[in-house]
């Protein structure tokens, strides 16, 4: 048997919240899905990110616990050259998202960055140098 990854899930506190921060990194999310309990987006090559509220997993999940932020969950968005990880950065953080790494041009041939989404998980911003 074969199983066929398909969908990359995140747990949220606050759906609208989240759904904000995806939005400024250019995902095409709805604004009737803030109100969402769980939304799924797909990216192109047809995997999916999908978002849960913490209270759609307690619904079917009884003795669940809100996870701790962040810390297991890393997701990468490249960004069309080493300026525009600066400026996305900056943006980023200017909208009151913590930076948990300054841009800065990596060893591997990167311009890189680390911005932390709602929720804690780390969302690495680069670009080819």
Do not use: C
């Amino acid at each position: 048997m074969k199983a066929r990854f398909a969908v990359i899930g995140i747990v949220v506190a606050d759906m609208a919240r989240s759904l904000a921060f995806y939005r400024e990194l250019g995902l095409d999310l709805p604004a009737s899905a803030d109100a969402e309990g769980h939304v799924e987006h797909v990216l192109p090559g047809g995997v999916k990110l999908a978002w849960d509220t913490e209270a759609t997993i307690a619904s079917f999940t009884p003795d669940f616990t809100p996870p701790a932020p962040g810390g297991r969950l890393s997701l990468a968005f490249e960004a069309e050259s080493p300026a525009e990880v600066d400026a996305l950065h900056e943006h980023l953080v200017g909208l009151g998202h913590h930076s948990e790494l300054a841009p800065f041009d990596a060893f591997w041939g990167q311009r890189y960055a680390v911005v932390l989404d709602p929720d804690g998980n780390g969302v690495d911003l680069f670009a080819a140098r």
